[in-house]
């Protein structure tokens, strides 16, 4: 049973940083691309970021280009999402999710694990 856990989301003041964390659990994790997305209030769920399974290949949502960034460590299982320069546009309840390439992973419609979320909000 593949469990992907979100951590790390909280209450940050424009401008600061905050990193997410996404532990995996039943799944090959270095065989898998690993992924962010997130939905506002009231909006669809959308991508954020992509990275490939050896980290050698990143994409981005252009609203978070240049202020977010996307790691994985293969020796925990787990990925991570650095937020810099948060905006109150950020805020949002972040998903971590796993596929088999990056194209099923951005497309988030079928054969992509998810997790449950964590809530991100960005006020002062």
């Known amino acids: 049973q593949v469990q992907l856990v979100e951590s790390g989301g909280g209450l940050v003041q424009p401008g600061n940083s905050l990193t997410l964390s996404c532990a995996a659990s039943?799944?090959?994790?270095?065989?898998?691309?690993m992924g962010w997305f997130r939905q506002a209030p009231g909006k669809d769920r959308e991508f954020v970021a992509a990275?490939?399974?050896?980290?050698?290949?990143?994409h981005y949502a252009d609203a978070v280009k240049g202020r977010f960034t996307i790691s994985r460590d293969n020796t925990k299982n787990t990925v991570y999402l650095q937020m810099y320069s948060v905006k109150p546009g950020d805020t949002a309840v972040y998903y971590c999710?796993?596929?088999?390439?990056?194209?099923?992973?951005?497309?988030?419609?079928?054969?992509?694990?998810w997790g449950q979320g964590t809530q991100v909000t960005v006020s002062s």
């Open positions: 999710a796993a596929a088999v390439t990056i194209p099923q992973l951005e497309a988030g419609i079928s054969d992509v694990y």
């Open positions: 039943g799944l090959t994790f270095n065989r898998h691309v």
């Open positions: 990275l490939s399974w050896n980290g050698g290949n990143t």
